[in-house]
Every structure is written in C-alpha cells, then in structure tokens.
C-alpha cells in the first residue's frame, strides 16, 4: 500500500527531557520518539501480527476557532506544551511512537487550516498508523472528522463513533466555523455523505449548555451523561454501551472537562468537571477496547496554566492511552 507524506507547515522539532541512559529501562518519551518517515505497511502489519499500531504524534496550531468563540486565546501553543510535558515522562509503551510535526492555522485561515490537517490525518491514517493530534482549539474536532471521512477505511464502510470528553456540545448553529461548532459541522457533513453521525459525550455541564444546544442534541440523537453523573460506574457502562455500536472510535479530549483545579489552563475553565480519575479509566477502557482509530487533544491554553499543570494532565491521558 502506498503512503504519502503528511501536509505539514512545522517539521518535528528535537524533544527533549531528562537523562538517566541510553538503556532501555532508562528510556524516556524524549528518546523513543522519532520524525516520522511515511512508508509502506506490509501485508503482515502490526495490527496483524497482534501489536500494537505505531502512534504518529501530529500538532494542529489553532486558535481562531476559540477567538470565534469569544473564548481567551492561546491554544495555538497548546501543541508545544503537551510535547514538552511528554518528553521527561518514563516510556513504557510496546509500541513505536513517531511526530510528523504541525499543521499551523495563518491569521484567520481556519478553514484552510483545518482542510490541511485533515489531508494530513488521513495519510496516516491510510499508511495504517494511529494518528494523535495535539490541539489547538476544539476546532481542530473538525479537521480530524476531514482526515477520517477522507480515508479509505471509511470510504469503504467503516462506522466510525465519536465520542467526545468534553463539559460542552459544541453544536452551535453560527455563521462561521468556530470551536464551538465542528460537532454539527460533522452532522451535517454526514447527511451530506448519506450516513448518520455516531455522537456521544461524557462530561456535560447542564448551566454550560443552552436549551438550544440541548435540543439541537437531541434532534441529532447525541447520547451524553451530564458531568453531575460521571461516577465511574456510571461512565464505564455509557461508554460501554457506545463502543457496542460502532466499528471504531474517533475519541476527542477537550481538557475543559476536567476541574479548573486539576485544568486550569483551559479556553474555558469548568466549575463543576469529571474527576481525573475518571476521564483517565475511560483513557483505558478506549484502548482496551482495540476499536481506537483516531484521537485528540483539545484546548490547551499554556499562557493560562498553573505550573503546567493541565499540559502535565494532557500528557499523562496521552501516554495512558497509547500503553
């Protein structure tokens, strides 16, 4: 199978971290990860063989969604920080872990922003590697859903779910992309496609979310569990229940999910927000569940942050879901 190159405006940088050797048990993120060199995957793959994919590390720097937003800007950062909150971190993963860069947004250019990443994303996905994407505002949900309606797996038929951790909908009706829209942005894109949108969220904050949004849910069939009844029973059989019903997940991580005490360097801090613990079993029963095709992070605001405290939490969901 050919592969071609991602579309990328920032190549990978050089990571760094700690040293304690060369060895592996001394090995940390900032020495297994490699640039990533696009290439054929063989026949007797790695999901074949029974390991586990290689994971391809690829920024979006945005913002201009959480400006459209009217929300505090700085997510366009957000890739950087979660790297360099990676890289001292002890690598005890079974699998290859690559970085293809960054796809940077120009000014206001979202949309072209976003069609470029979502080039990007579906020649790693179609080279059969899982891609990470490292936001960015929540826009960048949009130019995932682009890379994966744009590969060849779900061109042929695969159902996709999305599930979404995230205190809000982010189904607003507005003029203009925006970070607060890609969600109807990817229903109305399905319609368009002749499929229907698999969408669920963990997280909801009830006083965040308009009677508007609220309807516009369900007139979409959107399955949520409000942020009030995330107890990890609870969680575990919603997301339990969605995994059932798809082929594969698309899972995206908005940080503003968690508590302002645990995320404060968010676009939009949560008052109320799902424990860690939580989000972070969820992380596991998404990757044990062997459906995991595609995932990202969402709204990292390093200039608002408290000892990179919410980049740190970033990089542990990271490292947890690709154990």
């Known amino acids: 199978m050919a592969t071609s190159a991602p579309t990328i405006d920032v190549p990978p940088q050089p990571w760094t971290g700690r040293f304690d050797g060369d060895s592996p048990e001394h090995r940390r993120w900032w020495q297994a990860v ?13 999901a074949t063989a029974g390991r586990p994919r290689a994971a391809v590390l690829l920024g979006f ?15 366009a950062a957000g890739p950087a920080a979660i790297r360099a909150a ?12 690559h970085d293809a860069g960054d ?21 790693l996905l179609d080279a059969g590697v899982l891609p990470v994407v490292l936001g960015g505002g929540h826009e960048t949900a949009f130019a995932s859903y682009l ?4 590969s060849q797996a779900v061109r042929e038929g695969l159902r996709v779910g999305v599930l979404n951790l995230d205190a809000h909908f982010d189904l607003r009706d507005e003029p203009a992309p925006s970070s607060g829209t890609p969600f109807l942005q990817m229903a109305r894109a399905e319609t368009a496609a002749g499929r229907e949108l698999k969408y669920a969220v963990v997280g909801i904050s009830e006083p965040g979310n308009t009677r508007a949004l609220f309807r516009t849910a369900a007139e979409l069939g959107v399955d949520y569990l409000l942020d009030e009844d995330c107890s990890a029973e609870n969680t575990h059989t919603f997301v339990a229940a969605f ?22 360097g968010v676009s939009a801090p949560a008052a109320y927000g799902v424990p860690l613990q939580v989000i972070s079993a969820v992380c596991r029963q998404v990757a044990a569940s062997g459906k995991l095709l595609h995932v990202d992070v969402a709204e990292l605001n390093p200039g608002f942050d408290i ?4 980049a740190k939490v970033a990089a542990r969901l990271v490292n947890t879901l690709l154990l």
């Open 147 to 150: 890379g994966m309606a744009g």
């Open 103 to 123: 796809v940077t947004v120009a000014g206001q250019s979202l949309e072209a922003g976003q069609a470029r990443a979502g080039l990007a994303i579906t020649s």
């Open 61 to 75: 720097g945005s913002d201009e969604g959480v400006r459209r937003n009217k929300g505090r800007a700085g997510a």
């Open 243 to 264: 995994l059932a019903h798809v082929d594969a997940l698309y899972l995206t991580i908005d940080l503003d999910v968690l508590p302002a005490s645990v995320a404060p």
């Open 86 to 97: 990676l890289g001292p971190l002890a690598f005890h993963l079974h699998r290859e872990v």
């Open 34 to 46: 490699s640039p990533y060199v696009p290439r054929a995957i063989p026949a007797s793959s790695a």
């Open 307 to 310: 000892d990179g405290r919410t």
